[in-house]
């Protein structure tokens, strides 16, 4: 993996589009790494209306419902540790991908989580994401609790 995105739901819709090419036409494509897709969408509307699915490009996509939430609130879902373990492994088998892109609604929060977590387990500086953004810390520390479980069972 050369590098983790992480994206607004609109800018992560333009960044798959740009694989997009007409038939016979490949090279018109802006767009040619491989790439795996963590969509995070919400509880209230449920979902976006659409997911991400393989194609040429993307090699995997995972789709969770959560909400931008730190504790437990009446009609909203708390992201869960079989969750973080899903993205675990959904990292974990992704790696030979070139780009993992994340993406939540903004691109502020969950998805800022998930791709300070990634980084992290990935041997990477995670500290822009913590500099440059407010990342979920329920979300990141699920996400770190279960995967240092894991590495202790292991």
């Given at each position: 993996?050369?590098?983790?995105m992480v994206r607004s739901v609109f800018?992560?819709?333009?960044?798959?589009?740009?694989?997009?090419?007409p038939y016979g036409l490949e090279d018109?494509?802006?767009?040619?790494?491989?790439?795996?897709?963590?969509?995070?969408?919400?509880?209230?509307?449920?979902?976006?209306?659409?997911?991400?699915?393989?194609?040429?490009?993307?090699?995997?996509?995972?789709?969770?419902?959560?909400d931008d939430i730190v504790k437990r609130?009446?009609?909203?879902?708390?992201?869960?540790?079989?969750?973080?373990?899903?993205?675990?492994?959904?990292?974990?088998?992704?790696?030979?991908?070139?780009?993992?892109?994340?993406?939540?609604?903004?691109?502020?929060?969950?998805?800022?989580?998930?791709?300070?977590?990634?980084?992290?387990?990935?041997?990477?500086?995670?500290?822009?994401?913590?500099?440059?953004?407010?990342?979920?810390?329920?979300?990141?520390?699920?996400?770190?609790?279960?995967?240092?479980?894991?590495?202790?069972?292991?």
């Amino acid at each position: 993996m050369k590098r983790i995105m992480v994206r607004s739901v609109f800018d992560a819709f333009d960044y798959v589009m740009a694989h997009y090419y007409p038939y016979g036409l490949e090279d018109m494509a802006e767009k040619k790494d491989t790439y795996a897709v963590i969509s995070i969408q919400d509880t209230h509307t449920q979902g976006f209306g659409f997911q991400f699915c393989e194609s040429k490009s993307c090699k995997g996509a995972l789709t969770l419902c959560f909400d931008d939430i730190v504790k437990r609130v009446k009609g909203a879902v708390l992201f869960s540790e079989s969750q973080a373990e899903e993205i675990i492994d959904f990292i974990e088998s992704h790696k030979e991908v070139e780009t993992l892109l994340i993406h939540c609604y903004g691109g502020q929060s969950r998805s800022r989580a998930v791709g300070a977590f990634a980084a992290k387990m990935l041997g990477v500086d995670n500290s822009p994401y913590f500099e440059k953004g407010n990342p979920n810390q329920h979300v990141y520390d699920t996400l770190e609790k279960v995967w240092k479980k894991r590495k202790k069972n292991a």
